[in-house]
């Protein structure tokens, strides 16, 4: 089955400081990829939308600046928090899908604790 | 009112017993998708439906298109089943998933 990898997953880093996480479609070609947070009991809230080769499409209120989004590949998609703070803290989780499809497979997350 | 409404929030049940978690939607959709997420784990997709009924091991999933809503049922559950459901749809040709706020599943030994 189509399996998204991410990495690292989990990452505890100082405030101020940027930490990027990957994510990957190990068997198929992703044309477009998600990233999603999740705050502890919530449910799954979209960032922003990335297709191959173009800039993501970011979700109302979430800063672009700060969350830097490369999908530079059909298998690879990086986000990137920047100056990272506290309440950046989040569960997040990427999700790929392929060409002419709904269906969307999802990354196993990447815990972030900004100290 | 969120265009994805589950019930019931919060479901204990003991082993063996048959579970229903309902989803009902206000727009059209392209599909529906039954997601399963165990606390502090990722996602995991178990079905996505647009029509009728889907079947894998001891999960059953319909969705009647007319009347806007979906099922997902777990037969002779087991505490392993213990997890957050999800629902989540693809409103009109919209690749974007609107989620449904989860059910709470709780099996007990």
């Known amino acids: 089955g189509a399996v998204v990898s991410q990495h690292p997953s989990w990452v505890i880093c100082k405030s101020g400081t940027s930490v990027k996480i990957e994510c990957r479609s190990l068997d198929f070609q992703a044309t477009t990829m998600f990233w999603y947070r999740q705050f502890p009991k919530q449910s799954l809230m979209l960032m922003a939308t990335s297709n191959e080769g173009s800039k993501a499409t970011y979700e109302q209120g979430v800063e672009k600046d700060k969350f830097l989004i490369n999908h530079a590949s059909l298998t690879l998609s990086t986000l990137t928090v920047t100056s990272a703070h506290p309440e950046d803290s989040s569960f997040y989780i990427c999700s790929a899908r392929t060409e002419n499809s709904y269906e969307q497979y999802f990354g196993p997350g990447t815990r972030l604790t900004v100290t | 009112k969120n265009e994805v409404e589950q019930s019931p929030q919060n479901l204990t049940a003991q082993e063996g017993e048959f579970i229903t978690i309902n989803c009902s939607y206000s727009v059209g959709i392209s599909a529906l998708h039954w997601l399963q997420q165990h606390p502090g784990g990722g996602i995991v997709s178990l079905f996505m439906?647009?029509?009728g009924k889907k079947k894998h091991g001891r999960l059953i999933a319909t969705i009647n298109i007319q009347e806007k809503h979906s099922s997902l049922h777990i037969t002779a559950s087991h505490p392993r089943d213990s997890a957050v459901y999800i629902c989540a749809v693809n409103g009109g040709s919209n690749y974007k998933l609107t989620f449904g706020k989860g059910t709470l599943l709780t099996v007990n030994p």
């Open positions: 439906l647009s029509s």
